[in-house]
């Protein structure tokens, strides 16, 4: 069993940035693959960014190419996500998962365990 808490969202103007963290609780963590999911108003979710157990492969959403980067920390158990250039089009709720597999994926059905997730507000 894994327990996802995410924090670091909040408002921010457009142009900024916000690094939102997740923690896992769980002696598996490095075994897990680890992505972040957004919802926004009135749309699906949709994936963000992941990354497999060791950190060495990541994946990125093109709408956040080149200004989103994924990490993650084994030894504290947690998983980071930096966003800088924000756009209000960013603004959503984001969500940790996490997956028994060393690969990443980007489908959501692939990933059995989830945060509460933390609301992302950029203004223009």
């Known amino acids: 069993q894994v327990q996802l808490v995410e924090s670091g969202g909040g408002l921010v103007q457009a142009g900024g940035s916000l690094r939102l963290s997740c923690a896992a609780s769980?002696?598996?963590?490095?075994?897990?693959?680890l992505a972040w999911f957004r919802r926004a108003p009135g749309k699906e979710r949709e994936p963000v960014s992941a990354?497999?157990?060791?950190?060495?492969?990541?994946y990125y959403a093109d709408s956040v190419k080149g200004r989103f980067t994924i990490s993650r920390d084994n030894a504290k158990n947690t998983v980071y996500l930096q966003m800088n250039s924000l756009k209000p089009e960013d603004t959503a709720v984001y969500y940790c998962?996490?997956?028994?597999?060393?690969?990443?994926?980007?489908?959501?059905?692939?990933?059995?365990?989830w945060g509460q997730g933390t609301q992302v507000t950029v203004s223009s």
């Open positions: 990354i497999n157990w060791s950190g060495e492969t990541t």
């Open positions: 769980g002696r598996t963590f490095s075994r897990y693959a």
């Open positions: 998962a996490a997956s028994p597999s060393s690969y990443y994926y980007a489908q959501a059905n692939r990933y059995n365990y």
